[in-house]
């Protein structure tokens, strides 16, 4: 019984287990603020309000331009080089985006359809979209430290906060676009601020960056970024699709994604723990790693299929009003979303090994795909239509798995 206990002690002291809670502790508290502001705005503030609020979210995902992955392919050859052009380039592309935000006809408003926001209006949402941007790029800084343990305290600081604002909202009756904008996106990452202040003193020396090293850094980091976003392109292709031809089956797609957020956390955690943890000069231990991760496919896999089936038949049983096709589609979601995750663990390798160009060719070739078949060939019956759908985004990233498998088995 001992030894059971102390393997468990030893196990919750690991690393990537405060990683873990670290990101679930975040998203509770990014929850809490998307399930409670309906609650405490009035509905006119709400309406107006959360439009902003989710274009905040996009402006943040939209600028991160693959820093944070760079960060761990190159700190692994110059860390104190990596972290100088690191910060400097975060720095210099939110000086590009408060300037682009608080220009009297900025394009980015217009963009956004946010033309009506007022300077001190546009202002803070450059802020709030730069200090939230701040927060991932102190994360993958932290993460390349190995700092989880202090990751998790900030987590808990941001958490803390984020309630604090939510009860001053309730208090003083805040309905101002910018005092809310500031109380939910600035005011929670103090901690990150004071963090990336002392960085950029610390480490930012704009005359000692190599041009070269300058050079690489930034390509490197706009195919990883390129990767992403053709990834996210062909993810929504169906959904927008789907619109204007099914609105129930539309509505089944929105509801069963809001069951596969849990599972990306996992992923987002192991991804970033590996990413930063691997090197392309130490093949052994890589190998290791995809021996172990391959070990697992059975029981993994049997575990998605049961968290499928199940969960499809509590939303069958509990949720009637929403449709016929809400149990169906998830079950479907649920599989393929458990098999992108697991070769995601094996793809995760092309930024390790730098294989970012066919990466980019296997996205472009997904996108062309399902355009093709959203546009091309229109399904009678909407599950087959979704299943072919589903099926040809994951058929890259089996091929790619496929080819770094096949590479690393003739390295030494």
């Known amino acids: 019984m001992k030894g059971i206990q102390d393997k468990f002690t030893s196990f919750l002291k690991k690393d990537i287990i405060f990683f873990l809670i670290a990101n679930v502790v975040f998203s509770i508290s990014s929850f809490l603020v998307n399930a409670f502001l309906p609650k405490i705005l009035s509905p006119n503030t709400y309406t107006n309000f959360v439009y902003i609020f989710q274009m905040v979210l996009f402006a943040t995902n939209t600028v991160q331009i693959g820093f944070v992955l760079a960060l761990y392919y190159f700190a692994k050859q110059n860390g104190r080089q990596a972290m100088n052009i690191y910060y400097s380039l975060v720095t210099l592309l939110n000086i590009i985006l408060l300037v682009c935000c608080i220009l009297p006809q900025g394009f980015v408003f217009e963009l956004l359809k946010l033309t009506s926001l007022s300077f001190s209006e546009r202002l803070c949402f450059a802020i709030s979209v730069i200090v939230s941007s701040i927060f991932l790029y102190n994360k993958g800084a932290n993460i390349q430290q190995k700092q989880y343990k202090y990751m998790l305290r900030v987590s808990l600081s941001a958490f803390l906060l984020r309630i604090i604002a939510l009860f001053y909202i309730i208090i003083t009756n805040t309905e101002e676009n910018s005092l809310l904008l500031m109380l939910i996106f600035v005011f929670p990452f103090v901690v990150d601020i004071k963090d990336y202040t002392l960085r950029l003193i610390h480490h930012v020396r704009p005359k000692q960056i190599e041009k070269k090293k300058l050079m690489a850094f930034a390509t490197y980091s706009l195919k990883a970024w390129l990767t992403g976003v053709l990834f996210i392109i062909s993810d929504k292709l ?131 795909l399902i355009w093709g078949i959203c546009h091309l060939w229109t399904g009678s019956n909407m599950l087959i239509w979704y299943s072919m759908t589903l099926f040809l985004l994951t058929t890259p990233e089996i091929i790619l798995s496929a080819f770094i498998l096949i590479k690393l088995a003739y390295k030494k």
């Open 238 to 368: 169906f959904l927008i699709s789907t619109k204007n031809q099914n609105q129930d089956f539309t509505a089944a797609l929105a509801f069963a994604s809001g069951f596969i957020g849990i599972i990306y956390i996992f992923k987002s955690t192991f991804y970033n723990f590996y990413l930063a943890k691997f090197s392309r000069e130490n093949i052994p231990e890589i190998k290791a790693y995809l021996h172990k991760l391959l070990s697992y496919a059975p029981p993994y896999f049997g575990m998605i299929l049961i968290t499928a089936i199940c969960s499809s038949a509590c939303v069958r049983y509990i949720y009637e009003d929403i449709g016929v096709y809400a149990s169906q589609v998830l079950l479907i979601l649920l599989i393929q979303t458990g098999a992108i995750c697991f070769l995601g663990m094996i793809t995760l390798l092309s930024k390790t090994l730098n294989y970012l160009n066919l990466e980019i060719g296997l996205n472009i070739a997904r996108v062309a």
